[in-house]
């Protein structure tokens, strides 16, 4: 069985998707739909912008969306039997298996860049990486913070990303390290993504979901919130919802769609890191990219 995945947030790269544009008539329509979509010139800052233009949520989230999509929509053996993205990637995954349309899907990916960087503003935040230590560990230090600090990222084992204030994330670094963390890095992230900081940017994407017309599904797709597949369009809006507060459960993801079939996980947008993750928590797992 075939598994595409998406990435998220972090893997774009100045130049992402120009070749695309630049030799597949199909692309080259999509992206200028985009264009017009979203009211600005995204290509522009996608193909010669600069790091920092890239690294602004309301750019990235389209970018790392769009150049995802629009790889899978112009490859003519595009057929996954299962889907699955890293946060934002969830997104790019239910276009992908044709749940959402790809405008209604750019659509809801800015709505929702936009919410969540006027939730970073509300309150600076940020997010940490984790390596080398048990999650539990890891869990049990930020329930023991007195600020807002939580497990984001269930990236795979000894990877666990965090999300919280900016006091919160700096008592934690120094605590994981004293427990024994082989690295505690802060990332250059907008804000706390996938924690409670994120409430009014869930609020007011909850309600751009609902107006979204869904389509039934035409493969599972295995959803951050809890790992597990589903095909029911009721649930996977309700999880689509509550990702934005709640931990990407990656590793469970993973092995959920190994277990049912997958042996085959082929990641789709820019980028490797998925791959890598992949490997990492199904070594038998084989990994490409599209």
């Known amino acids: 069985m075939k598994a595409y995945i998406f990435p998220g947030q972090g893997a774009q790269f100045t130049g992402m998707g120009k070749d695309l544009y630049d030799t597949q008539p199909k692309a080259k329509d999509l992206f200028e739909k985009a264009n017009e979509i979203l009211g600005f010139r995204i290509t522009d800052i996608m193909f010669s912008g600069t790091a920092e233009d890239l690294k602004q949520t309301k750019v990235t989230q389209p970018a790392v969306f769009l150049h995802s999509v629009i790889t899978a929509l112009v490859n003519q053996n595009f057929a ?102 082989k690295r505690a890095l802060p990332l250059q992230v907008g804000g706390a993504f996938h924690s409670p900081l994120m409430e009014p940017a869930k609020l007011e994407l909850e309600e751009a979901i609902k107006s979204t017309f869904f389509s039934a599904p035409t493969c599972p797709i295995f959803q951050n919130v809890n790992g597990l597949s589903s095909m029911e369009i009721g649930i996977i809006k309700q999880n689509l919802i509550d990702q934005l507060t709640s931990p990407v459960r990656w590793t469970e993801s993973i092995q959920n769609m190994t277990s049912t079939g997958a042996v085959e996980f082929i990641e789709c947008g820019p980028g490797k890191v998925l791959q890598g993750l992949v490997k990492k928590i199904s070594p038998q797992a084989q990994v490409s990219s599209l």
Request: charge should be negative; glycine fraction near 8%; charged fraction near 20%.
């Open 80 to 181: 996954p039997d299962q889907v699955a993205g890293h946060s934002l990637g969830e997104f790019s995954a239910l276009v992908a298996n044709k749940t959402l349309s790809f405008d209604d899907g750019l659509v809801l990916v800015y709505k929702r860049a936009m919410a969540m960087q006027k939730a970073c503003e509300l309150n600076p935040s940020t997010m940490a990486a984790i390596l080398g230590l048990d999650d539990h560990v890891v869990e049990e230090i930020c329930s023991s913070i007195n600020e807002v600090v939580v497990a984001a990222n269930y990236n795979c084992p000894g990877q666990l990303v965090i999300s919280g204030s900016l006091k919160g994330i700096e008592i934690a670094c120094e605590k994981l390290k004293t427990a024994g963390a």
